[in-house]
């Protein structure tokens, strides 16, 4: 049985409806920003509960722009974890700042513990990543950084629909982005991104750099850059808005499925803790496991297409050179790069597929189910 | 969204829905094909419209971008720039010219224009100090810009010069393509460009294959491989989707252009006796992204066309060197009068293809009016 880990063809099987919005664009000529862009990110910005949603070409930009919000540039340090994807520490540098990592614990998002010890003067800010779509103790990180008096930027980019304690992940932070790739939450056809903030004076400074620093057609206030959302991607994003927790609501119950499947190989399979009051949506559905590179080719050799998210930690990257950091540095983040698999969990996968999964894994381990 | 019909100008500046209406049938048709692919980022649409692109302007290799703002930051972020670094530019162009070069942390430095509108070669070499690093003149409304010269001078200097050829796609020099003149060349795909996406889009074109290889990894987070990340940089892809809606029309540019120059040159004869008209040089191939004249009493002459139907535009009031995000760069209305006479004269009058013949005379007839009366 093939359990494959695409299932885009699967989600946009049928495109008549956005076909038809997309020829009310055509027609309307505003590939621009325009109205379409900015009824979605009116939506956008009511569905998660927040004042102003800007929307990004991308969710890199999404974060290079809160960060250039909240004013981190050179000689500010900028707090996140090794274990993300390298936007989170390439929109850092593009603001100019300078990465930190902490270490992230046994949920594979940021540890709460280690912050404070990497906070110095020049620490302008914590980026919390909100990893595989599973929340990072968010409260935590908000009561650290009031105490330090920094600003809080959340890296919610792979996390549209989670939820701690009933508020959306990116309410939280003072400016904080979400990704609209098409393997995220709320997917789009392309690149696109959202950037979210309550701050009128951060929205306005975001309304201006991403559109070249224009406060009006003839008028540049300040250097930016274009990063705008394509009206197209709102199109399709606005329509996924729809429908993105009852998506959310299936990989939630695939991910128990496999949670459940998986728990009596605890000698071989470390399922994190799912803590309650947590709204996790399983952008990725990550375990540690035993022998994971064999269990990847194993399973691979079967036709079940995991994959491994990321081999290697940010800080042993050959672009984090000049930080300085080395093997050792960030134990459990190493040991988690050999430890971690992402399973198939997604919207389109039936529960015989999810059963052979957890089938495969205990043949491997020679377990009997 | 849809205006009312007394809103509706006689002669609009542009007319997107009406020229896509001509390709219509085969966008939706490759449109369904990459959404049924479930290949939405960097897949083989993109790669082929690379190549294509490529040979269509005579250059070895392109690289797909988002945005072409975001073409020229990267490439010239890709030569290393630091704060110390000088690139020089034209004051009167779209603020990508020179607010990417100011994001690398390099100063602009701007010197004037001649009567073309395009940089004046002759003043470059006052500006070269030992800490220019690069040349970036722009092909101003598709006109291109005298790259014999500066290619010259920048040899001499053994400075990098990138074509900012955002308005320039299908135009040349003496028979070759503005795009494959410099050591890199960047191109807009914004909507109101001769060939666009239905949204943003950009390319680079080189013949250097160390830029090219740079291009790909830099426009997509630094990653040389899935799982290797070899300097940190952004996210600037062109969408799989945006190319495969360009590739359909690219076989179409040269047949646009075409018709873009001859209505060129029929409001040419028209307006000639009233207005300074763009005029092709010697060896200039011009493929009309905008159709400015330069006109006295150029306020006064752009409220009557507005008030007669005419949608007719300034790009732009106010150089970019009196702009108030160059204000820490000092420096005053005197430092480039041509480009701020310029300023004060030049007006895009609508011209694309499905423009009438009936729709010029109204203009020509609304202009001839203005300075009878």
Same mark, same amino acid.
């Given at each position: 049985?093939?359990?494959?880990y ?10 008549e409806?956005y076909?038809?919005?997309?020829r ?5 000529? #505003?590939f621009?920003?325009?109205p379409?862009?900015?009824?979605? !990110? ?9 004042k ?10 999404a974060l ?12 500010? #340090?900028?707090?996140? =974890? ?20 902490v270490?992230?614990?046994e ?5 709460v513990?280690l912050?404070a ?8 800010a ?12 968010? #409260? ?16 919610a ?6 939820q ?7 309410t ?7 990704s609209m790739h +098409?393997?995220?939450?709320?997917? =789009? ?19 201006l ?6 406060s ?8 930016g ?5 394509q009206?197209?991607?709102?199109i ?5 808005l729809?429908?993105v927790? !009852?998506i ?8 128990r499925r ?10 071989y399979?470390?399922? +994190?803790?799912? +803590?309650?009051?947590?709204r !996790?949506?399983?952008?990725?559905y ?11 080719s ?5 036709r079940?297409?995991a994959k =491994? ?22 134990p =459990?983040?190493?040991?988690q790069a ?7 969990a ?5 529960? !015989? ?17 | ?10 002669v ?20 369904e ?8 980022i960097?897949?083989q649409e993109l790669e ?6 490529a040979a269509?302007?005579?250059? *070895? ?7 072409g ?6 490439v010239l ?11 020089i530019?034209?004051p009167?162009?779209?603020?990508a ?13 701007f ?6 509108l395009?940089m ?48 320039a796609?299908?135009s ?15 191109? *807009?795909m ?40 070899d ?8 969408d ?5 809606l ?21 409001y ?8 300074g008209?763009?005029?092709e ?23 009557h066309l507005?008030?007669?139907g ?13 702009q ?41 007839e ?5 300075y009878?009366?």
């Open positions: 049985m093939r359990v494959p695409a299932y885009l063809s699967e989600q946009f099987a049928d495109v409806p076909i038809d919005d997309l009310g664009l055509v027609a309307s000529g #505003e621009t920003i325009g379409y862009v900015e009824a979605f !990110e009116r939506k956008f910005a009511d569905h998660i509960g927040v102003h949603a800007i929307g990004t070409n991308t969710g890199t930009d290079i722009l809160a960060l250039k919000a909240i004013g981190a540039g050179p000689g500010d #340090e900028v707090i996140t =974890v090794p274990n993300t994807f390298i936007a989170t520490v390439g929109a850092i540098v593009a603001a100019g700042a300078t990465p930190v990592f270490d992230s614990d949920r594979y998002q940021i540890d513990s912050i010890a990497a906070i110095t003067p020049r620490t302008r914590i980026v919390p990543v909100h990893w595989a779509g599973c929340p990072s103790d968010i #409260e935590s990180v908000l009561e650290i950084a009031d105490r330090h008096g920094i600003a809080v930027v959340e890296d980019c792979p996390s549209v629909g989670a701690v304690n009933g508020r959306s992940v990116g939280v932070g003072r400016v904080n982005g979400f +098409p393997l995220k939450p709320l997917n =789009v056809w392309g690149d696109g991104g959202i950037v979210v903030t309550d701050d009128d004076e951060a929205a306005k400074f975001l309304q750099y991403r559109n070249h620093g224009l009006d057609r003839n008028h540049i206030d300040l250097w850059v274009n990063a705008r959302l009206p197209v991607q709102a399709v994003a606005s329509r996924q729809d429908v927790d !009852e959310a609501d299936v990989r939630i119950r695939n991910a496999l949670d459940q499947g998986l728990r009596d190989l605890k000698e399979v470390k399922i +994190p803790e799912r +803590p309650s009051g947590y !996790e949506v399983y952008q990725l990550q375990v540690g496991v035993a022998r994971r590179d064999e269990l990847v194993y399973l691979e050799a079967q079940i297409e =491994v998210h990321y081999p290697i930690p940010l800080h042993l990257q050959k672009a984090a050179m000049s930080l300085g950091y080395k093997r050792g540095d960030f =459990v983040c190493e040991r050999n430890e971690i698999i992402t399973l198939p997604h919207q389109h996968i039936t529960t !015989e597929q999810i059963d052979h999964v957890i089938g495969a894994i205990h043949s491997f381990y020679g377990a009997n189910l | 969204m849809t205006k009312r019909a007394s809103d509706t100008p006689v609009p500046y542009a007319a997107l829905a009406e020229l896509t209406s001509v390709v219509k049938s085969e966008l939706m048709g490759v449109f094909d990459v959404l049924d692919s479930g290949q939405y960097m897949g082929a419209f690379e190549r294509e692109f269509y302007c005579g250059s *070895s290799y392109a690289v797909g971008i988002a945005n703002t975001c073409a020229l930051h990267l972020r890709g030569l290393g720039l630091s704060h110390r670094d000088e690139v530019t034209a009167n162009s779209f603020i010219s020179a607010s990417s070069i100011a994001l690398t942390g390099a100063t602009p430095v010197v004037d224009i001649q009567p073309d395009n004046d070669p002759d003043l470059i070499e006052a500006a070269i100090t030992p800490r220019t690093k690069a040349i970036v003149p722009v092909h101003l409304t598709g006109r291109p810009a005298r790259m014999n010269e500066i290619l010259d001078i920048a040899g001499r200097h053994g400075l990098f010069v990138l074509e900012d050829s955002a308005q796609v299908g040349s020099l003496e028979g070759r393509r503005t795009g494959s003149w410099g050591d890199a060349a960047c191109f *807009s914004h909507p109101l460009k001769n060939l666009h996406s239905f949204g943003d889009g950009g390319m680079i074109t080189t013949d250097d294959e160390a830029v090219r290889d740079r291009m790909m990894v830099a426009r997509n987070h630094g990653l040389s491989a899935r799982d290797r990340c300097y940190w940089s952004f996210n600037c892809r062109l799989e989707l945006q190319a495969a360009l590739r359909v029309q690219l076989p179409y540019l040269d047949a646009w252009t075409q018709e873009r120059r001859e209505l060129a040159f029929r040419n004869d028209l307006l000639r006796q009233y207005v008209v763009p005029e040089g010697p060896g200039e191939f011009c493929s009309y992204q905008t159709y400015m004249v330069q006109a006295d009493r150029r306020d006064g002459l752009q409220a507005i008030s007669g005419v949608q007719a535009l300034v790009h732009y009031p106010t150089p970019l060197h009196l108030p995000a160059a204000k820490e760069l000092g420096y005053t209305a005197a430092d480039f009068p041509m480009a701020v006479e310029a300023a004060g004269r030049i007006l895009s009058l609508p011209l694309y293809p499905g423009l009438s013949h009936g729709q010029q005379d109204r203009v020509a609304l202009v001839a009016r203005f009878r009366d």
